[in-house]
């Protein structure tokens, strides 16, 4: 390495040059440039205070009578002496007997199965009031239709997006 010995030499003549002729035009530069305009949320208009008490009930009604159902399928899947699950009951001597009880229990968890799914998504609905994020579709943003939300109350995509999935 050269030591610095304070004498200018041609090479940092030319960088005190260039540094002389691109520290204006820098200033120059910094001094136009303006800060890029931060846009504002865009804040979204949803249902009254009211509406969504009046929605929250739907869904508590709603949430309500699937717990009851799920209580019924539980009771007729249980048996009421021993508490466990009913199995097979070797007592029967045709098969098809049989066959017509192990398809009737296996119904009987697909709905309880298919309760707890929709269980979940009303649980969902009310988490989402709660954010305040309910009503307006997670695709587009709009606002759903106060009359879609009182007939599918866990709706998170307005009809025209839901339309738009189907295809």
């Given at each position: ?127 989402r009031i709660e954010k305040g994020d309910y009503g307006f ?8 239709d106060k009359e879609r939300l009182e007939a599918v109350p ?14």
């Open positions: 390495m050269a030591k610095n010995t304070g004498k200018k030499t041609p090479a940092t003549k030319a960088v005190k040059n260039v540094k002389t002729k691109v520290a204006p035009k820098v200033r120059q530069l910094k001094a136009k440039a303006k800060p890029a305009p931060t846009k504002a949320p865009v804040a979204r208009k949803g249902y009254s205070k009211t509406e969504l008490a009046r929605f929250k009930q739907i869904i508590l009604d709603k949430r309500k009578e699937i717990l009851e159902e799920l209580e019924t399928l539980k009771a007729s899947m249980m048996d009421v002496t021993t508490g466990e699950y009913v199995t097979e009951n070797s007592t029967y001597s045709l098969h098809m007997e049989q066959g017509t009880d192990t398809m009737e229990r296996e119904k009987t968890f697909l709905f309880a199965s298919r309760e707890g799914k929709f269980l979940n998504y009303l649980d969902d609905a009310l988490k579709c997670s695709d587009c943003g709009q606002l759903i866990h709706a998170q995509l307005c009809i025209k997006c839901k339309l738009k999935r189907g295809k």
